[in-house]
């Protein structure tokens, strides 16, 4: 069985927006993926087991 993994939208100010849980990595930054494409900022992926695992910011894609 895949993890699941939370995806969350830093908002100004530094708040955290929680968007998602989707079941698998690969699933989760193609989520974030097209998130960042419809609506640009800086996200990241959680994970319970691991932490922060994958990011996506404005400029570019830092994975982890």
């Known amino acids: ?6 995806i969350f ?3 100004p100010g ?3 927006l929680m968007i998602a849980t989707v079941v ?9 993926a097209r ?5 640009p900022g800086e996200y990241f992926i ?7 695992v994958a990011r996506q ?3 570019w894609a830092d994975i982890i």
């Open 1 to 6: 069985m895949d993890s699941t993994f939370d």
């Open 9 to 11: 939208k830093v908002r």
């Open 14 to 16: 530094g708040a955290l």
């Open 24 to 32: 698998g990595l690969r699933e989760a930054k193609v989520r974030m």
């Open 35 to 39: 998130l960042a494409l419809t609506s």
């Open 46 to 52: 959680y994970s319970e087991e691991k932490g922060v």
């Open 57 to 59: 910011s404005r400029e």
